[in-house]
């Protein structure tokens, strides 16, 4: 089985070489064939520069980019275009979260025959190193998704996720939204397509300033009007089947 891991890249000079190179040594004691495709989301920085550094003498690292920001979901569909695993999974490049999870949840697809596997920071089991204004505010999210969609899945912001290919391909050309609802949206056709969705357990430790890092209030708003606009293009219109 190859493992593609897509890595949504904006204004990371500073960090995203380095992390590139960290999650390949994770990947390669255990997975016997991946690539890692960093999307550089339209940067003004040097973050093309410095993957496709990464991405000398290290075949599994491959540069994607555009140049016009398309935000975190739209860097996410172009690397699903662009992947060639049996599994597409993708994960934050500010690496708050360790690549060892794409390990863990990878063991744990193949455990369980789960279609999806997800982190989640309201597990049980999840260790956090996380604002409590941004804790308040995912579990208001949870509310707003229990009602709108009935979903069981408790947490769909995590930035760490695994799908099977042929899953998140057919879904991917129904895809439209881009800011960070993307998540909702995909797991929600999953949903519709009777996926098998898994959550596990998360440690994160919070390596950006502030309560919500890059995140700023009129993106929260967006998010939320975004979701409800899923929700009647879903359940009310039916949009996403015509």
Known sequence: MRLSVIVPSYNEE???RKNLLE????LAPYVDSFEILAVNDGSPDNTREEILKA???NPEIRYEGYEVNRGKGGAIKHGISQASGDIIGFIDADLDIAPEHLVRYLKRMDETGADVVIGSKMHKDSNLEY?????????GYYFILKVLFGMS????QTGIKLYRGELIRK???KLRVKGYAFDIEVLALCAHEG???EEMPV???FKRGGSFGRIRIGDIFRMFFDTVGIWWNLKIRRSYFK
């Open 195 to 197: 996926a098998v969705i």
């Open 131 to 139: 604002p409590a204004l941004r804790r308040f505010v995912s579990w």
């Open 153 to 156: 899945i408790k947490d769909t």
């Open 55 to 57: 991405s000398e003498d």
């Open 23 to 26: 999650i390949k040594k994770t």
């Open 171 to 173: 879904i991917a050309p």
């Open 14 to 16: 500073d960090r995203i």
């Open 203 to 205: 440690d994160i430790v």
